[in-house]
C-alpha cells in the first residue's frame, strides 16, 4: 500500500454524489493526502489496485455496487483485507452500524458531517505516515526569553 518512504498517506474516495466526493477529496488534499476518487464500488475495486491507498471512503448507498458490498469484497481479498474502511454515510441507524461492523469496516461518520471531523478520523486510521499538520508549529504562547 502507499505511504512508505515518507510519502504522504493515499485515500481512495467513493461516492456516487459528485458533490460530495469532491468535498471530500478536496478537505483531504487541503490536508496534504494523495487523494484518488470513485464513483461506485465497482470501479473502487477496479481502481484500487492501481491507486493502492491506504484508506477507502466509502458511502453505503451507491448504485451498482453498495459500500457495505465493496468493503465485504475488499475485506476478502487478500490483496486488500488490511486496508483501512472508513464509511461516510447519510444511513446513520443501528443496523447500519451493524451492517458495517460485521464487514470489518474500521470507521463510520455521518453525513453531514464537519470537515474536520472528516480529517480527525482519516488521520486516525491513516496506517501511511501522516501529511504535516499544518498548525502544528503555530503556538499561542510566547517564546521564553533566553
Do not use: W
Not at 466526493?21 to 478536496?26: K, T
Not at 499544518?134 to 504562547?141: G, H, I, V
Amino acid at each position: 500500500m502507499g505511504g512508505i518512504g515518507g510519502e504522504a498517506a493515499r485515500v481512495l474516495v467513493v461516492d456516487d454524489d459528485e458533490v460530495i466526493r469532491q468535498l471530500i477529496a478536496v478537505n483531504l488534499r487541503l490536508e496534504g493526502f494523495v487523494v484518488s476518487t470513485a464513483c461506485d464500488g465497482e470501479e473502487c475495486l477496479r481502481l484500487v489496485h492501481e491507486v493502492r491507498p491506504d484508506l477507502v471512503t466509502l458511502d453505503v448507498v451507491m448504485p451498482h455496487l453498495d459500500g457495505i458490498g465493496t468493503a465485504a469484497r475488499l475485506r476478502a481479498d487478500p490483496r486488500t483485507s488490511g486496508l483501512k474502511i472508513l464509511m461516510i454515510s447519510a444511513c446513520a441507524q443501528d443496523e447500519d452500524f451493524s451492517r458495517a461492523r460485521a464487514v470489518g469496516v474500521d470507521g463510520y461518520l455521518t453525513k453531514p458531517f464537519h470537515p474536520e471531523q472528516l480529517i480527525r478520523l482519516v488521520r486516525a486510521l491513516s496506517p501511511g505516515p501522516l501529511p504535516a499538520d499544518p498548525l502544528a508549529d503555530l503556538s499561542t504562547d510566547p517564546a521564553p526569553d533566553a
